[in-house]
């Protein structure tokens, strides 16, 4: 009795580590894919707001945006 509720309890554990990890690595593939943001949307972002933006600061804001992917 103890033994079983012993091995459903395990095996959740086992079941959420495995499912967390396999999750976490589709959705960084998935990311890598398909970037939620580019430097046309940055550009037009930063034109909405009034300034124009040159080469130099999208680079600078696509590579702070890639550091926390």
Known sequence: MLWDIL???IG??????????IARKLMKKELKKNPPINE???????SQMGRTPSQK???????QMNKFM
């Open 7 to 9: 091995y459903v309890v």
């Open 40 to 46: 046309q949307m940055i550009k037009t972002m930063m």
């Open 12 to 21: 959740l554990i086992v079941g959420l580590v495995l499912g967390f990890f």
């Open 57 to 63: 600061q999208v680079n600078q804001m696509m590579k």
